[in-house]
């Protein structure tokens, strides 16, 4: 028998939903066991659960495996008699050399920084705990590294470049791609079974102070209902609690416009220039889509159309929709609303599909003067603009939401 099943996590307690902020009653649940928020149906526990000797057993093995994926060849073709080895590296050096260094940073961030911060991250809960450590704020720091670890849309970029490619050179599999599919899959499967919460109540474990539940408040950054300290910080985390997440509207309106404006240069000036014998062709984000489709390969057009076109505009109209919904206070319709801004954080990070693409084809394509391949001046606009919206998302309190539905008119909330 599964002496996780029936053995409590914790005592009942209670619970204020993040994302409607509810209060209701969490009974003492099991480590295999979800919970969800039972007005938005937010997920308040995740229910899964890894050993600490698990997760630090995976990511040694990433540590490892990080080298040979980000340096070796992931890609390899035959161009003008030549043999082009592409790998991560090289296609991030590539876009620094060329004037281009912050664009290149967004990738390497993604690809590189966040994968290894996470690795590092768990190997520091592992041993800092052993040490007598502060473990805070890393763990305040996986609850927001999560959605940037993006070797999977890599991947995803990787497909599209040689689809690319092809045309002009025959493209084998390098060397990396076992090793960097593995580290892929290791990763998804970490951020799947890392459970943050259980995480905080195995290191931080904290009681629940009797006092009057209408005022208790839950903390956003590490999910803990409870009162504030004497400094007004929630208990566990140490970070500042609020009823509402000051200046949420301001800020997730600044990040939003600054992203309206940025997509204008990013889908009207070229993203990607390729010189073939001497003469000059631009692409820009739609004229690549209608390229690919044209050549036959619609699948990988429609995933770039989708990521590249669609998902921005789709998250700038939501997050229009919903800010002004609550500037109006607008108490129709709040599932349909909060659903559609969970939809648009997870599906946000699927747009830095074109920087990849970029950055492979400039390792790939960039040798002579025949055939070679530049960025164009939109692929900054355009990684801007993702990270605005992405951070658009984060930075918007969905409580405030749910504060234009009056106490018992529960008939608005479909």
Known sequence: MNINAIVPLSKARYQRCCECDLLFSLPPLSRKQAAYCPRCNAKVVLGRDWSMTRLTAIAVAMLLLMPFAFTEPLISIRLLGTRINASLME????????????????????????????????????????????????LLMLERLKEWVMLDIYLIGMAVAA??????????????MIAYLTLTLLSILTLIHLNLEQLWERYYSQEQRAGNPETLL???????????????RCPRCH????????????????????????LFPANLLPISIVYVNGARMEDTIFSGVVSLATSGNIPIAAIVFIASVLVPFTKVIVLLMILFSIHFKTPHSLKTRIRLLRLVAWVGRWSMLDLFVISLMMSLVNRDQLLSFTMGPAAFYFGSAVILTILAVKWLDSRLIWDAHATGNAEYAD
């Open 91 to 138: 296609g991030i050096w590539q876009m620094s050399s060329q004037g281009d260094p912050i664009t290149a940073s967004m990738v390497a961030f993604c690809t590189i920084g966040a994968p290894l911060t996470l690795a590092l991250s768990l190997l520091y809960l592992r041993f800092g705990s052993a040490l007598g450590m502060n473990l805070r704020p890393v």
């Open 163 to 176: 689809i690319k490619v092809k045309e002009y050179a025959d493209i084998q599999m390098g060397s990396a």
């Open 218 to 232: 839950v903390c956003l950054a590490c999910h803990y209902t409870g009162f504030q300290d004497q400094r007004g």
């Open 239 to 262: 970070v500042p609690i609020h009823h509402r997440q000051p200046h949420s509207l301001q800020k997730t309106w600044a990040a939003l416009i600054a992203a309206m404006v940025l």
